[in-house]
């Protein structure tokens, strides 16, 4: 079984500053890991994934992520925040070796950009 | 739009009625993934479907939930004889392929009141 965590369930941040949230899993098994963001009273939209390859990988609205396989870490960072990125962020990853399930989710971080 | 649909969009119901959420997976897609987010919490999985099987029901409760995605026709996550403890955004997802590396395209969700 696997399970993720998100440590920090806020994270104030001015805007134009640099944010990093982070997410740590535990899986016995590989697993290939998302982040997706969910503005109020909407559903996820996916900003990125890591299936294989470059630990960094790059996503929309200039959010990143780094996969850690020694920490078991996959932090989500953004040099500069925006109003707009205000949002709940989930990070979820997903058994790599067959599709009969669902993606396992963190409680989410809830970003909030001061002005 | 051709992402995914799901009505309603809010849902009242008294303790003891009968709640049916509708799903339609995005054009081209033919596995529908549910998921149950509590206040505060991120969203768990549910159950998984293809046209007429459900392939994975892990996360569904024993008693009064049922799933189905018929033929012809939206997916449809029931719950009879609410309680207060359903009250809850369910969230309906679909993907391509059942691979694990498919990201899931969700939709804005149903929130369900129960009195």
């Known amino acids: 079984a696997q399970s993720v965590t998100q440590l920090d369930s806020q994270v104030p941040v001015f805007e134009e500053a640099p944010v990093e949230l982070r997410c740590n899993y535990s899986s016995s098994v590989s697993v290939y890991l998302f982040w997706y963001v969910q503005y109020p009273n909407q559903g996820l939209q996916l900003l990125l994934k890591?299936?294989?390859?470059?630990?960094l990988v790059k996503g929309i609205n200039g959010f990143e992520a780094e996969f850690n396989k020694s920490q078991t870490s996959f932090h989500l960072r953004k040099p500069s925040v925006h109003i707009s990125d205000t949002a709940e962020y989930f990070c979820?990853?997903?058994?790599?070796?067959?599709?009969?399930?669902?993606?396992?989710f963190g409680k989410g971080t809830h970003l909030i950009i001061q002005p | 739009n051709a992402g995914v649909m799901q009505n309603p969009r809010h849902l009242v119901r008294r303790r003891g009625q009968e709640a049916r959420l509708r799903c339609s997976p995005m054009k081209g897609h033919s596995h529908v993934y549910w998921y149950r987010q509590l206040p505060e919490e991120g969203l768990k999985f549910m159950v998984y479907l293809q046209k007429e099987n459900i392939i994975d029901e892990s996360g569904m409760p024993k008693e009064r939930f049922s799933a189905e995605f018929p033929k012809e026709g939206p997916s449809i996550l029931r719950i009879q004889q609410v309680v207060r403890g359903d009250s809850a955004a369910y969230f309906c997802a679909s993907s391509r392929t059942p691979d694990s590396n498919q990201p899931q395209h969700f939709g804005d969700g149903t929130r369900l009141s129960i009195l």
């Open positions: 890591y299936l294989s390859g470059s630990t």
């Open positions: 979820a990853v997903r058994f790599s070796g067959g599709g009969a399930d669902g993606l396992t």
